[in-house]
């Protein structure tokens, strides 16, 4: 790379790039063109089937227009809020079973869930070589690591390309179970390689997933509410339908036939990037700024300033974006955000950051009013806070670092991943996905290069 750093041919293709890349909005409308995959009302294009997720947040008239509900999240047809409360109301953590449930389809009785539980946690170690491949990794982002680790498994997998049943199940635990680990170890090293005191904890087989990764992290630091409300990060991310970006990376890879490794490793790459699995990091940078700037956090005058100033492109980043608000698909309602305020308002109280709480449902609030009222009439959705708004603070507050955020993302949704990666390879009529671009560029002849500028 050094040598391309300032190079004259370097810099000359670049400069071409604006006018051979550019493509004028009107060509999409003009050839009817999907863009984004996403129709003309902003509902996602239907390109596929699936029984893993179902992602609601509208429905439709007899006419084909929408109309907004309060936001939906189906694992295998059954509510993630059934879900989540059923675990609640026994006071028990809830992820192993969503694992359980999103791999086989159905829900496990209490032997089976106690089997399963005790079966991923005695899985979670490592192999001896890859922690120290882990800890000789030189980097600053640990998705990175993360991705690379994958790819490295597939050198200690027996089978690594038999796609049997079996054998998927196989590697999708295997993958559920050292996820956790990967995250803490990659943390840790990264902090060991800026100086810092390298702390390896070994996974314990008698604590969940949620307490196993924060007891890598950090030992025996935290608390029983710290565990529950990191169980329900990890439940309400699990999975979310066929059509969000990650996960469809790894059904278009997994179509070709390729191996499990390979397919996650594409789909980690689709989560890192900001505007995926990153958005939450940018929310939590947007929030320290308005957190400095609204000096009284009670005051919806104040509130409302700054908020409008952000839509008007004058404060923080100047994109006229509030990170944390809107969503593709919920309209009134993310049932993520409801389930993780409600136990987050609770760690708050825990944690002594009830008024850093009440600031942040008010600049929800706020921040829906104030889009509808500036945006309202050229937009023809509702907007709800999505999971970003919250996850990050609930993160905090627990004393995670955040560059392991969306690494945390990563560690839920391999559950979803690694179930539609089955689906996809079990379709009774295999088909490799292969959408259609449209070409856009104008015929022009051949020079020849005696004859070219």
Known sequence: MERLNNNPIVNRIAGTVTNSCSIENELFQKHNVKRGLRNEDHTGVVVGLTKVGDVVGYERNEDGSTYPIPGRLMYRGISLEDIVRGAQKENRLGFEEVVYLILSGNLPNKQELSDFSSLLSKTMDLNPKIVMHILDL?????????????????TFDENPDDTAAENLIKQSLNLVATFPTIVAYAHNALRHSKGLSLHIRHPQPNLSLAENFLYMMKGHHYTPLDVKILDLALMVHADHGGGNNSTFTVRVTSSTGTDTYSAIAAGIGSLKGRLHG?????????????????????????????????????????????????????????????????????????????????????????????????????????????????????YDMIGLPQEIFTPLF????????????????????????????????????????????
């Open 138 to 154: 030189v980097g600053n982002d640990i998705m990175n690591y993360l991705s690379r680790c994958v790819l490295e498994l597939y």
């Open 278 to 394: 990153g958005a939450n990091l940018k929310v939590v940078d947007m929030l320290r700024n308005i957190k400095k700037n609204v000096k009284d956090w009670t005051s919806v005058e104040e509130v409302d300033e700054y908020i409008l100033k952000i839509l008007n492109k004058e404060a923080y980043d100047k994109t006229g974006l509030f990170y944390g608000m809107g969503h593709a698909i919920y309209t009134i309602s993310d049932p993520r955000t409801v389930l993780l305020k409600e136990m987050a308002r609770d760690l708050a109280r825990e944690k002594g950051r009830e008024a850093e709480f009440n600031f942040m449902s008010l600049l929800e609030e706020r921040a829906i009013y104030n889009f509808m009222e500036k945006k309202g009439k050229n937009v023809n959705k509702q907007v709800c806070a999505n999971v970003d708004f919250y996850s990050g603070f609930v």
């Open 410 to 453: 990563a560690m839920a949704r391999i559950v979803g991943w690694a179930a539609h990666r089955i689906e996809e390879l079990n379709f009774k009529q295999k088909r490799i996905i292969r959408p259609a671009y449209k070409n856009a560029a104008d015929i022009r002849d051949y020079t020849p290069i005696n004859n070219r500028q």
